[in-house]
Antibody, heavy 122, light 107 residues
Framework: EVQLVESGGGLVQPGRSLKLSCLAS????????MNWIRQAPGKGLEWVAS????????YYADTVKGRFTISRDNAKNTLYLQMTSLRSEDTALYYC???????????????WGQGVMVTVSS | DIQMTQSPASLSASLEEIVTITCQPS??????LSWYQQKPGKSPQLLIH???SLADGVPSRFSGSRSGTQYSLKINRLQVEDTGIYYC?????????FGGGTKLELK
């Protein structure tokens, strides 16, 4: 059974940093692209960042570029999101999600974690 | 960036009714379109990928279609458990973008 378990969230002051983790199990982690997606309270879904299976390709939303860093450790089956210079608008539930693969292409999210809450407030 | 215009924003329908939700991208995205259902307090779940392919374990009353540049999610014979918020997503190019969501309620 595929499982994605996020951790590392919490309350943090504006301008500070936080690192999220997502522990994957039930599949060969090193074969799949992974993503972070967030959802502000009462709002819709916003894609945040993407990393390919071997970390060769990394993409960010403009809203986090230069402040967030996505990375992965395939030996530990873990995805990370290092968040710096946090702002109040970064307050959200952060989900990690696996990219599904269809005929060799990967452009949707087939499994999601339960999410971890990040609150940026003084 | 590709914008995804999803409609309607909210929808109230009766049991067994047919429901249709649409998404219109701001540019061509081929079939790189997926649909998700999110129930209150839960993570989103994949329903449809590649515009028309039903995800594993999803009831067959859900279907996806494409007509030109417009994409649709159809729910045949609406059930109680189908209430929630539905999102489309374009995975054609980064930044991947979601539609604004459709809140589906039972009448």
């Amino acid at each position: 059974e595929v499982q994605l378990v996020e951790s590392g969230g919490g309350l943090v002051q504006p301008g500070r940093s936080l690192k999220l983790s997502c522990l994957a199990s039930g599949f060969t982690f090193s074969n799949y692209g992974m993503n972070w997606i967030r959802q502000a309270p009462g709002k819709g879904l916003e894609w945040v960042a993407s990393i390919s299976s071997s970390s060769s390709y990394i993409y960010y939303a403009d809203t986090v570029k230069g402040r967030f860093t996505i990375s992965r450790d395939n030996a530990k089956n873990t995805l990370y999101l290092q968040m710096t210079s946090l702002r109040s608008e970064d307050t959200a539930l952060y989900y990690c999600a696996r990219q599904g693969v269809y005929y060799g292409l990967s452009y949707y999210f087939d499994y999601w974690g339960q999410g971890v809450m990040v609150t940026v407030s003084s | 960036d590709i914008q995804m215009t999803q409609s309607p924003a909210s929808l109230s329908a009766s049991l067994e009714e047919i429901v249709t939700i649409t998404c219109q991208p701001s540019q061509d995205i081929g079939n790189y379109l997926s649909w998700y259902q999110q129930k209150p307090g839960k993570s989103p779940q994949l329903l449809i990928h590649s515009a028309t392919s039903l995800a594993d374990g999803v009831p067959s009353r859900f279907s996806g279609s494409r007509s030109g540049t417009q994409y649709s999610l159809k729910i045949n014979r609406l059930q109680v458990e189908d209430t929630g918020i539905y999102y489309c997503l374009q995975g054609y190019s980064a930044p991947w973008t979601f539609g604004g969501g459709t809140k589906l309620e039972l009448k």
